[in-house]
Nanobody, 128 residues
Framework: QVQLVESGGGLVQAGGSLRLSCAAS????????MGWFRQAPGKERDFVAA???????????DYADSVKGRFTISRDNAKNTVYLQMNSLKPEDTAVYYC??????????????????WGQGTQVTVSS
C-alpha cells in the first residue's frame, strides 16, 4: 500500500509562490503517473496537474486551464517525490491540495481520472 505525504502548503500573499512536495513510499513510484488536485471549501475536488510515468525524454504533463502558465508539475523518481511549483498565486487558488497516484502502472496516455491513492492534503491559503 502506497503512502503519499504532502508538504509545503501555507499562507502566502497574492502574487507569491509556493512549492508543494509529495513523498511516496514504495518501490514502484516511477511506473505511475502522478497528479495534484485541490478542493476549496464547499466545492468539489478539482484536477490541477498531472505528470506521466515516462522516462524524462518522453514525459508529458497536463494542466487545468486555471493554472496553466503559473503552475509546474515535476517529479524526481530517485527521491520518489512529485512537486508542484505554484507561481503568481491568486486568492482563488486557496484550497486543500492533494497528491494522487494513478491506479495502474505504465498507463499509455496521461489522464485526469483514474487516480486511486491519495495523500492527506496540505492547505494553501492565498490572501488578497
Amino acid at each position: 500500500q502506497v503512502q503519499l505525504v504532502e508538504s509545503g502548503g501555507g499562507l502566502v500573499q497574492a502574487g507569491g509562490s509556493l512549492r508543494l512536495s509529495c513523498a511516496a513510499s514504495g518501490r514502484t513510484f516511477s511506473g505511475y503517473a502522478m497528479g495534484w488536485f485541490r478542493q476549496a471549501p464547499g466545492k468539489e475536488r478539482d484536477f490541477v496537474a498531472a505528470i506521466s510515468w515516462s522516462d524524462r525524454s518522453g514525459r508529458s504533463t497536463d494542466y487545468a486551464d486555471s493554472v496553466k502558465g503559473r503552475f509546474t508539475i515535476s517529479r524526481d523518481n530517485a527521491k520518489n517525490t512529485v512537486y508542484l511549483q505554484m507561481n503568481s498565486l491568486k486568492p482563488e487558488d486557496t484550497a486543500v491540495y492533494y497528491c494522487a497516484r494513478d491506479s495502474i502502472t505504465y498507463r499509455s496516455s496521461l489522464r485526469r481520472q483514474g487516480f486511486g491513492s491519495w495523500g492527506q492534503g496540505t492547505q494553501v491559503t492565498v490572501s488578497s
